[in-house]
């Protein structure tokens, strides 16, 4: 959510309403209305069309927008370009003529303001309206848990995101809301699926310490902050989050499940199993635990040199998932390694189900560093080299 304190309308004191073109700032209630139907806004995103709106017409500095939004810590350009590409999307600026972008210098807010008369602007409050999105929210927030505890694909993390983001905007003191947010967008890591990983792990991160400012023995909380610290490569943090989040609620498999992986990452597989019994005996056992369980397993065997126990667990994963594409990555590199021809299989399979990469993006998004973990994941990098992977 980017910083998920409320939004400052302090830009706009004195200027309840105003509206340009199809779109409407409501600074009493702190939105944006576009075609008379609220748009959901990040705050970070909702402080930016905020002070541009102050400086309406001015050419302002990124330096100036990235001081005035983000005075407390150093973030990258990226963090500016996404709540810019973010806020036309939503004022629905496609050619770029209300944010307007002047090469190497900054932004400038193009758009006419007039003052918007209340009554005859003011939206529907029919409970049936919606705000506008690309696609369908999930309905309801438990629905939105369910999508991410089973590992929804892509358009299904990204709707429970939205229900996230709604739930955010209607109670900005649900740490629950914020943590499912914070843990969407890792989801989105985890997969791959994400094009600006950078930008979605700070998201993550300031939703997770939003969380647990609001609600210290928020277990989601914490274990959506831990996984920040674990794709972030620092596994001792990630690994107290993890303990802190089980300590509160003891019944978070998927908790157990990553403290599993920091001992991989860590090189020391052969701890990996006990963190997978953990995480089968703390709760009821659903297709998507055991998928993801069995998984794990395969490559703690491999790490260990047990490629055939490993490819026991990994064809043992896709029975209980088979639209997900890493088991079959792993079993294109066991088949290469061994002279199996199934490797072309697998790994048209993984490509299919995962297309776009290389050799070379697979080991850019290693987090460890550690010399036992990276000797042992080599053989896994020449497997697929062995069945085909470009570089």
Known sequence: MGDCAAPDTGALQGRSRLKFGDCLIDVARGSLLRQGREVHLRPKTWQLLAYLVQHQSRLIARDELVAALWSDRVVSDDSLVQCVVELRQALGDHDKDIVRTVARRGYRFDAILVPAEEASERPSTNADAQPLAVGDCAPTLADA????????????????????????????????????????????????????????????????????????????????????????????????????????????????????????????????????????????????????CAFVAGMAAFHMGRDDDAALCLHRSIEFNPSGGFAHQWLAAIDALQGSDECEVHLLAFCRRAPGHTLESLKSTERSWQPVFLSQRERFYEGLRLAGLLR
């Open 145 to 292: 848990w369910t999508l991410l505890r089973r590992l929804a694909d892509r358009a299904g993390i990204a709707a429970a995101r939205r229900r996230f983001e709604r739930e955010h905007q209607l109670d900005d003191t649900s740490a629950d809301a914020l943590s499912g947010l914070a843990l969407s967008h890792v989801i989105d890591v985890l997969h791959r699926w994400s094009a600006t990983p950078r930008w979605q792990i700070e998201l993550a991160r300031e939703a997770a310490d939003q969380a647990i400012s609001l609600d210290q023995r928020n277990a989601l909380a914490h274990h959506a902050r831990a996984h920040v610290a674990m794709l972030e490569g620092c596994h001792f943090e990630a690994r107290a989050g993890f303990r802190r989040a089980l300590a509160l609620n003891p019944s978070l498999a998927h908790a157990h499940l990553r403290l599993g992986i920091i001992e991989l990452e860590l090189g020391r597989a052969e701890h990996t199993a006990q963190h997978i019994r953990a995480a089968l005996g703390c709760t009821t056992r659903t297709p998507a635990l055991e998928g993801q």
